[in-house]
């Protein structure tokens, strides 16, 4: 069965210092797969995606992810934090058309 | 477009009450999906339509939840009767066929 783990339910991190926020899938085929943000109030935002090709994903306020099929993960990553980045990160995978699951989601605390 | 609107942004009912939530998915997208968050489970997948048809239920926990899709521009979830237990944040999202999904900032329910 499809499922997406976030193995670190709360991350606390220093800013400036770099970020890595893990996520494992378990999909059957080749998964699209989604970083999403959820600020205090605020509903989900892309942060970016992977459908297919380069398997290090660029996205939006600096973050990137590297697809790894052979670990199944899709780990998104930061090199320098800043305290607006405070926030709940979600991994997903998706079969368009069919199912979209979530991770439950990776708490981020950033200390000044 | 002013993207997915979700109505209310935040509902205290008492138990045992109807509650009606509310969504307006992006103008010319064909799924529309409803999620449920909480602390406990994360992100869940309740429901979703394309083309207005409802595809997978699988989701919804019980009778007592329901969604409608009445027209392209329209859906609402309803609980009836509703218990503290559900309260949570209830996210609506639309996309367009095989893309990312555009997230509603949610309706904060809250069941006393």
């Known amino acids: 069965a499809q499922s997406v783990t976030q193995p670190d339910i709360h991350i606390t991190v220093s800013e400036g210092a770099s970020l890595e926020l893990r996520c494992n899938y378990s999909?059957?085929?080749?998964?699209?797969l989604f970083w999403y943000v959820q600020s205090p109030g605020q509903g989900l935002q892309l942060l970016l995606k992977y459908f297919s090709g380069d398997t290090l994903v660029q996205g939006i306020k600096g973050f990137e992810a590297e697809f790894k099929r052979s670990q199944s993960s899709f780990n998104l990553r930061k090199p320098s934090v800043h305290w607006s980045d405070a926030a709940e990160y979600f991994c997903?995978?998706?079969?368009?058309?069919?199912?979209?699951?979530f991770g439950t989601g990776t708490s981020l605390t950033v200390i000044p | 477009d002013a993207g997915v609107i979700q109505s209310p942004r935040h509902e205290v009912t008492e138990m045992g009450q109807e509650v009606t939530l509310r969504c307006k998915p992006i103008?010319?997208?064909?799924?529309l999906f409803w999620y449920r968050q909480t602390m406990m489970r994360g992100l869940e997948l309740l429901i979703y339509f394309n083309n207005n048809v409802p595809i997978d239920d699988s989701g919804m926990p019980e009778d007592r939840f329901s969604a409608k899709m009445p027209n392209a521009s329209f859906s609402t979830l309803k609980i009836q009767p509703s218990e503290p237990r559900d309260s949570a944040v209830y996210f609506c999202?639309?996309?367009?066929?095989?893309?990312?999904?555009?997230f509603g900032q949610g309706t904060r329910l809250t069941v006393v």
């Open positions: 103008s010319g997208h064909d799924y």
């Open positions: 999909y059957g085929a080749t998964p699209y």
């Open positions: 997903a995978v998706g079969d368009w058309g069919n199912q979209f699951y």
């Open positions: 999202a639309s996309s367009l066929g095989d893309s990312e999904a555009f």
